[in-house]
């Protein structure tokens, strides 16, 4: 795991960030990790005293988060490039909220974002298309591969930021696994993401298939679920195997897990990886981009190659088995954590941002 190394360490923060106004802008869909994490930002830069409003699309329980937080927030629908509506909507935002710094997440989001009397940073977090950006003035990753990948495409190092993501380190009360039909005693595997071929969630249930007493709980949804459930059903595994849909809060379901698996053939950072650090729960994760940046092998997870089932299954297996290696990792995971990725850590790295871009 590369160190958080970055021009941001020298520069100052103004006391409670109270020269800044952030205006923070998410398309995005219903459900989602970047979704849940710019709720999850939004909030602890409220913590830190920043005056902040938001654009986002309707979301009832996203939109009450915010405004409880006392941010400024308006819904727009973030269609096609006609959508004349939504621009109205932010230019009205930009107009009453007068902010200093725009922050927008990803591609749609950030094509919305007119010029203006700001600087607009875009966050990233996965490889995408950079023509997109082009009018950005700062782009920030949440990974340093991701930095990387912005330089290699032409932006000078000086406008690129490696900033990591945070989670919230309260240890949940597990959930209750006989409300899932599980076994108390069984072996339990949790896995969750969007129902994409990224994440692998195939090979996950092939894994599964070679560990006869284990269950998986797998949480999410998203156009491959209906493939996922027939990958189930061939294996003949659907009986130990529990769809529990997207959940806004999967602490307690952490909790409650032996052991967390990261198939993912495509991650860029893997915040799940950080969440079951949070709760003190063992990972086995497939080594694409993220999880090779997160996990140190044998100290807080273990890594197998991408697309081995009867390797990833070996791994869950030998962490299931082996009580003292379970702990070993999980608590490599919660150090990993609390050196590289809590709240005031990162907070702090925003902040500086923001003071340096608008000096």
Not at 198 to 205: M, T
Request: proline share 6%.
């Amino acid at each position: 795991m590369r160190p958080l190394s970055d021009d941001l360490a020298a520069t100052p923060v103004p006391s409670s960030g109270k020269d800044i106004r952030v205006l923070q802008v998410m398309a995005g869909a219903k459900a989602g990790g970047a979704e849940v994490y710019f709720v999850r930002l939004a909030l602890a830069l409220a913590r830190a005293g920043l005056a902040q409003a938001a654009v986002t699309r309707p979301h009832a329980a996203r939109t009450r988060s915010l405004k409880s937080a006392g941010l400024a927030v308006a819904e727009a629908r973030f269609g096609r490039v006609f959508d004349f509506t939504t621009r109205r909507t932010l230019a009205s935002m930009i107009s009453s909220f007068r902010p200093n710094v725009v922050l927008s997440f990803m591609t749609r989001a950030t094509q919305f974002v007119p010029g203006g009397d700001f600087v607009h940073i875009a966050r990233l977090g996965g490889y995408y298309d950079l023509k997109h950006y082009r009018r950005c003035d700062h782009l920030i990753g949440n990974t340093p591969d991701l930095v990387d990948y912005f330089m290699s495409h032409g932006w000078p190092r000086e406008r690129v930021h490696f900033i990591p993501n945070f989670v919230d380190r309260h240890m949940a009360t597990p959930a209750n696994r006989t409300q899932f039909d599980t076994p108390a005693t069984a072996p339990l595997v949790f896995a969750l993401g969007r129902f994409h071929p990224n994440k692998a969630f195939d090979v996950l249930i092939e894994s599964i298939a070679g560990m006869p007493d284990a269950y998986l709980w797998l949480a999410g949804e998203g156009p491959e679920q209906r493939a996922l459930e027939a990958a189930a059903a061939r294996r003949k595994v659907s009986g130990r195997i529990r769809f529990l849909g997207w959940q806004d809060d999967p602490a307690p379901f952490f909790a409650a897990a032996d052991v967390l698996a990261v198939p993912s053939r495509h991650e860029p950072l893997g915040n799940v990886i950080l969440e079951a650090w949070a709760q003190g729960v063992p990972v086995v994760a497939a080594a694409s981009q993220g999880p090779r940046f997160l996990v140190r092998d044998g100290e807080n997870g273990l890594l197998v190659a991408i697309d081995d089932a009867a390797l990833l299954a070996a791994a869950l297996s030998r962490v299931i088995a082996d009580r003292a290696l379970a702990k070993h990792l999980a608590d490599g995971g919660r150090a990993s954590l609390a050196a590289q990725f809590s709240e005031p850590a990162v907070i702090a790295r925003y902040l500086a941002l923001f003071a340096q871009v608008i000096r």
